[in-house]
């Protein structure tokens, strides 16, 4: 039985081959926000910045400094992925992240019913 598709790496997972994401992650009292690119290899993370900072975790990130640099950041992140890795079709998932138009079309999220 395959494993269920529940957040963005099981989509990515999910379809196989190299699958890029764009995801968000919210202001801590750690970290700022940002849009971290996230790239997977046959459902294995490869690094997208290997001279990213520590925290980074090797991802490409664009910091945001408030709320109207959310979308320029993401249109930013969005440009270097299509010049990066030649893909410029993303579309908004259930869990808010950017992931391919045709694995979202194929392994989508589905909505949680609580019993």
């Not at 196989?16 to 992650?25: Q, T």
């Not at 690119?37 to 046959?42: A, N």
């Not at 090797?58 to 249109?75: C, E, I, N």
Request: a positive charge; charged letters at 30%.
């Amino acid at each position: 039985m395959p494993r269920p598709i529940i957040n963005t790496y099981d989509q990515c997972a999910a379809a196989g081959g190299r699958r890029i994401a764009i995801c968000y992650h919210p202001r801590s009292k750690m970290m700022s926000a940002k849009w971290v690119v996230m790239c997977l290899k046959d459902g294995r993370e490869v690094a997208t910045d290997p001279n990213a900072a520590w925290y980074d975790f090797k991802k490409k990130a664009f910091y945001v400094s408030g709320r109207t640099d959310r979308m320029t950041q993401l249109a930013d992140a969005l440009a270097w992925v299509k010049e990066k890795y030649g893909k410029d079709d993303f579309v908004r998932n259930r869990m808010g992240d950017y992931v391919e138009r045709e694995i979202n079309t194929q392994f989508p999220i589905p909505k949680r019913t609580d019993p």
